[in-house]
């Protein structure tokens, strides 16, 4: 099994960056893909931005609009988002996702709160 844990969230203003990051532990030999998705209040989880095994970007959020970058470093199980430009509009929870042996392994979440 897989866990993640998601840092790196908190309250900026419209404007700002912030810089989220997940760590991966347990069995990390067996992640593939990895991603950020985010969720508000009575909407969908929607696809942030996927990575793949390698470090490769694969996809984004079509609002992401080149704001966001997402890195992987297998050497330290870690997968960041960095965020620039944030928006009210971003608010919301962010959480990161791995694949791993074909199971779908998810963080706890971390809040991202944009103000005006």
């Known amino acids: 099994q897989v866990q993640l844990a998601e840092s790196g969230g908190g309250l900026v203003q419209a404007g700002e960056s912030l810089k989220l990051s997940c760590l991966a532990s347990?069995?990390?030999?067996?992640?593939?893909?990895m991603a950020w998705y985010r969720q508000t209040p009575g909407k969908e989880r929607e696809l942030v931005a996927r990575i793949t095994r390698g470090g490769v970007p694969r996809e984004f959020g079509d609002f992401v609009k080149g704001r966001f970058t997402i890195r992987r470093d297998n050497t330290k199980n870690t997968v960041d988002l960095q965020m620039n430009n944030l928006t009210p509009e971003d608010t919301a929870v962010y959480s990161c996702?791995?694949?791993?042996?074909?199971?779908?392994?998810w963080g706890q979440g971390t809040q991202v709160t944009v103000s005006t």
């Open positions: 347990g069995k990390t030999w067996t992640i593939g893909g």
């Open positions: 996702y791995a694949q791993a042996q074909g199971l779908a392994s």
